[in-house]
């Protein structure tokens, strides 16, 4: 009778690094291999479809599409934009912030079928590692994880060459470039971002520029979210979402390189495409100069600074998550309005804004022009209080001065 086959549940996207899993596990190690994409949004049907096509190529015995698109925008993508959050100043976390997501529900499923083994293909230099394995080990902390890539050290001529050496065909070129494609944004890894001064190649980014001729855009915002666009309405934020990243991908809007510090004590650089998370934190961040007060958005910057770290860093269940969340949503009532934005090759800028909650009204006093509900002599006393303690300061120590 034969020994039934121990299955392991890989975390897939049918990049380079999960194709030499499946058909390693599946080959050398005997598996049954079941591939899961846990899709968050950033894959079309026909997308999915190729890469099911691919895993079964490979040998898998299921493949799996878990969607959490939903859950991703509400419990992540919401809240960075409520945090206008770019990784130093740079990066919107467009992959780091689906990893915890993804990672909790393919563990949920591995669960639910009972698999042996979880299985990922991440490196032994990244970030998602990291993120993967705690995920796993907090949520199934019984099921071994499988790391083929990072454990054996392979780099990626190595998988090349034993995909290669088993028949498996496919666009090795491409493969050159390790390629995440996300709702969020996409990142692109490859021999240019290994360097300090390399950029990468125009082919390599995933959306080519095929428009030259500049275009206006209109955003509207709820509460905060994204709610229609040119007086388009959504049923969901991810639907204007897509469509901004159609559209700003048409113009190689969104492109960028990043580099920051790993969770492991590295300095990391990739390039990245994110045209749709460029835009609607640039729009939402214009339109909450107008609306929130200066303490709002200095708090604001603050806590979403820490936010955006600990969400990069793979601590997203730290239980202060939850309540710089709660923070950040209430700070949302009144970030309602609509946004103008002028798109162009490589782009765009922010032209202005219209909302009922514009602090900025004329009745207030127009800045640099005319007083509001002031006097002169309302300013000038203002002004000596201000300076008092200062004064006080520099009467004792004036030889700081």
Not at 8 to 19: E, I, K, N, Q, R
Not at 82 to 92: A, C, D, Q, S
Not at 177 to 202: A, D, F, Q, R, V
Not at 360 to 374: D, I, L, P, Q, T
Request: hydrophobic letters at 35%; aromatic letters at 10%; proline letters at 3%.
């Amino acid at each position: 009778m034969a020994e039934k086959k121990q299955t392991a549940v890989l975390a897939y996207s049918g990049g380079l690094d999960t194709t030499y899993t499946a058909k390693y596990l599946a080959v050398e190690k005997n598996m049954d291999v079941i591939s899961v994409v846990a899709n968050t949004g950033g894959f079309s049907n026909e997308q999915l479809a190729n890469i099911e096509f691919r895993a079964k190529e490979l040998g898998v015995k299921h493949h799996v599409v878990l969607n959490i698109e939903n859950e991703y925008y509400q419990q992540c993508i919401r809240y960075l934009v409520y945090g206008n959050i770019l990784k130093n100043n740079t990066y919107p976390l467009s992959v780091s912030s689906e990893r915890f997501f993804q990672a909790k529900a393919i563990a949920n499923y591995a669960k639910e079928i009972n698999a042996g083994f979880l299985a990922h293909g991440c490196t032994g230099a990244g970030n998602d590692q990291v993120r993967f394995d705690l995920v796993f080990k907090l949520l199934v902390p019984e099921k071994p994880i499988i790391a083929l890539v990072r454990d054996e050290q392979l780099s990626r001529q190595d998988e090349m060459d034993y995909l290669r050496k088993h028949g498996v065909k496919s666009d090795f070129t491409k493969m050159a470039y390790s390629i995440n494609e996300g709702l969020w944004g996409t990142s692109i890894g490859g021999k240019e971002t290994l360097t300090s001064s390399l950029p990468l190649p125009g082919a390599a980014y995933p959306s080519q520029p095929i428009k030259t001729e500049p275009v206006e855009i209109e955003i509207q915002f709820t509460n905060g979210q994204v709610s229609g666009i040119d007086g388009q309405s959504f049923e969901h934020p991810n639907q204007a979402i897509r469509l901004l990243n159609k559209l700003g991908g048409s113009y190689a809007i969104g492109r960028g390189m990043h580099v920051g510090d790993t969770i492991i004590g590295t300095k990391g650089r990739v390039g990245f495409e994110a045209p749709a998370a460029y835009m609607l934190i640039k729009a939402h961040h214009e339109l909450e100069k107008h609306t929130l007060t200066k303490w709002q958005m200095q708090w604001k910057e603050q806590l979403a600074t820490w936010y955006g770290t600990m969400l990069h860093d793979a601590l997203y269940l730290e239980p202060t998550m939850r309540n710089v969340e709660n923070f950040l949503e209430d700070t949302q009532k009144h970030v309602t309005g609509t946004v103008k934005l002028l798109l162009a090759p490589y782009y765009f800028q922010v032209q202005g804004i219209q909302s009922d909650f514009d602090l900025m009204n004329s009745s207030f006093g127009a800045y640099g022009e005319s007083a509001g509900k002031w006097t002169a002599d309302d300013v000038k006393g203002f002004i000596n209080i201000l300076a008092n303690p200062l004064k006080n300061y520099y009467a004792v120590n004036p030889d700081e001065l």
